[in-house]
């Protein structure tokens, strides 16, 4: 069973435009969402992560989208470089929880 | 200072071999995870160690999977009698979240991971 689901799973966007990845999820006791990015050949990296506390963080040229009552999360990338290109996965976990649960990712390609 | 490591970062085997990985993670880290990564997947959680607390196991696909962790330094994932199902990619992870510490959020530092394939 998925926990997060994360779409699209591949997407292509020129460059200067916006990316956006949607995740959902069903477990109302979820309340920490990171993102994460990954190049080839690398482990993922934490990118930007919010708490349901709140309904947008913005760090730089990344912003989180959250709704709380469609249980629904986004990452837009605004003025994507190609140097974007890479996968992009969202999680969730909860308080006194171990796991962390992650989306199956959206490749990510910014076209010069 | 240093990253997470994992080696070997490839590692071949036939069917029926026994695999062991490696990860260091950053030093002064109590946490440390284990999660698989199969081709144009997420990362399916394995394990997970918090200082010398009993780890939770409960990811762990069957008895083939085991790890170990002495306290908080290098852990060994080891995969008894692989098959083809295994081949995946193993990340480690660590960080500093947990056990009362006062940090701002639970962020967790991948290695590179292990490539395992099996023939």
């Known amino acids: 069973q998925q926990q997060v689901k994360q779409s699209p799973q591949s997407l292509i966007v020129q460059k200067g435009g916006i990316s956006i990845i949607n995740c959902a999820y069903e477990?109302?006791?979820?309340?920490?969402f990171p993102w994460y990015q990954q190049f080839p050949g690398k482990g993922p990296a934490l990118l930007i992560a919010?708490?349901?506390?709140?309904s947008e963080k913005k760090e730089g040229r990344f912003t989180i989208s959250f709704n709380k009552s469609a249980k629904q999360f986004s990452l837009h990338i605004m003025d994507s470089q190609p140097g974007d290109s890479a996968t992009y996965f969202c999680?969730?976990?909860?308080?006194?929880?171990?796991?962390?649960?992650f989306g199956t990712g959206t490749s990510l390609t910014v076209i010069p | 200072g240093a990253g997470v490591s994992q080696s070997p970062s490839n590692k071949v085997t036939e069917k029926g071999k026994d695999v062991e990985l490696r990860c260091d993670p950053i030093?002064?880290?109590?946490?440390l995870y284990w999660y698989r990564q199969r081709l144009g997947q997420g990362l399916e959680f394995l394990i997970y160690?918090?200082?010398?607390?009993?780890p939770d196991k409960s990811g762990l696909p069957s008895d083939r999977f085991s790890a170990e962790r002495t306290g908080e330094s290098v852990s060994t994932l080891t995969i008894q009698r692989t098959q083809q199902e295994d081949s995946a990619v193993y990340l480690c992870?660590?960080?500093?979240w947990g056990q009362g510490r006062r940090v701002r959020r639970n962020e967790q530092f991948f290695g590179p991971g292990t490539r395992l394939t099996v023939l």
């Open positions: 477990n109302t006791a979820f309340d920490y």
């Open positions: 992870a660590s960080s500093d």
């Open positions: 999680a969730a976990s909860f308080t006194g929880g171990n796991q962390f649960y």
């Open positions: 030093s002064g880290h109590t946490a």
């Open positions: 160690f918090q200082g010398n607390s009993a």
């Open positions: 919010i708490r349901p506390d709140v």
